[in-house]
């Protein structure tokens, strides 16, 4: 980013991004969880703590899944949220894409982390 944007700084490159008209800017943080930033503020979600059998196709199930339901309508915080399951997800069984939770499954894992 420090060479596209002359900064590394995260959120001020969000902000600016915002100011010039993009909608949404989503930051993956790796192990700190995701930020998603809009022109009314951001939210944050943080990673969950699962076993990883293997990375491949975290990003990818993250992305699709903040897109699709950014798309059916779904707020920004309730698609980071999803999107941060979608990606928690995939990394506990060896595959990529064929491992993108259906929505049920979503639904499942956050209902555990709440006791619900």
């Known amino acids: 980013m420090q060479i596209l944007y002359g ?16 909608q949404i800017v989503v930051v ?12 009314d503020g951001f939210y944050e979600h943080g990673q969950y703590q699962v076993p990883v059998v293997d990375p491949v196709g975290a990003g990818d199930a993250f992305a699709s899944l903040f897109v699709s339901k950014i ?6 915080e309730k698609a980071l949220e ?13 595959g990529d894409n064929e491992n993108i939770p259906p929505e049920e499954d979503i639904k499942s894992f956050l209902d555990s982390m709440s006791g619900g």
């Not at 192990?31 to 998603?36: E, R, W, Y």
Request: hydrophobic share 45%; aromatic share 4%; no cysteine.
């Open 28 to 39: 993956k943080l790796g192990p700190k969880g995701s930020k998603a930033y809009t022109k």
């Open 82 to 94: 999803a999107a941060t399951v979608a990606g928690s997800l995939v990394v506990t069984r060896r």
């Open 71 to 76: 798309l059916k309508g779904w707020s920004v």
């Open 7 to 22: 900064s590394s700084e995260i959120d001020l490159l969000a902000k600016q991004l915002i100011a010039n008209g993009i």
